[in-house]
């Protein structure tokens, strides 16, 4: 399985940005999918996660009620939106891949394949 993540840039304080992550090689529908972020000198942090239909999300305490994971399975693809963007979101985002678990995951040791990051950058 591959994933492509994009959508990343550099965008000010308040603005949005949303992330896409494609993915390839592999039944994507059923794999619940994460975005997980990483800034310098930090470890890797949970975002958000959906479950394989869409139907079940979780998302950061840090995030909510700024950031929505969505997915669209026909398209092999999950979407983070982020709103109401704070200088302190600025990190690499990775979207992931769980194979073997059905429901929404928040750790990053169970997921099983990894896009390359895409850097978001907000100022202030």
């Known amino acids: 399985v591959q994933l492509q993540a994009s959508g990343g840039g550099l965008v000010q304080a308040g603005g949005s940005l949303r992330l896409s992550c494609a993915a390839s090689g592999g039944t994507f529908s059923r794999y619940v999918m994460g975005w997980f972020r990483q800034a310098p000198g930090n470890e890797r942090e949970f975002v958000a996660s959906i479950n394989w239909t869409g139907s079940e999300t979780s998302i950061a305490d840090s995030v909510k009620g700024r950031f929505t994971i969505s997915r669209d399975n026909a398209k092999n693809t999950v979407y983070l939106q982020m709103d109401s963007l704070k200088p302190e979101d600025t990190a690499v985002y990775y979207c992931?891949?769980?194979?073997?678990?059905?429901?929404?995951?928040?750790?990053?040791?169970?997921?099983?394949?990894w896009g390359q990051g895409t850097l978001v950058t907000v100022s202030s």
């Open positions: 992931a891949a769980d194979k073997n678990h059905p429901g929404v995951n928040l750790a990053v040791l169970l997921y099983d394949y």
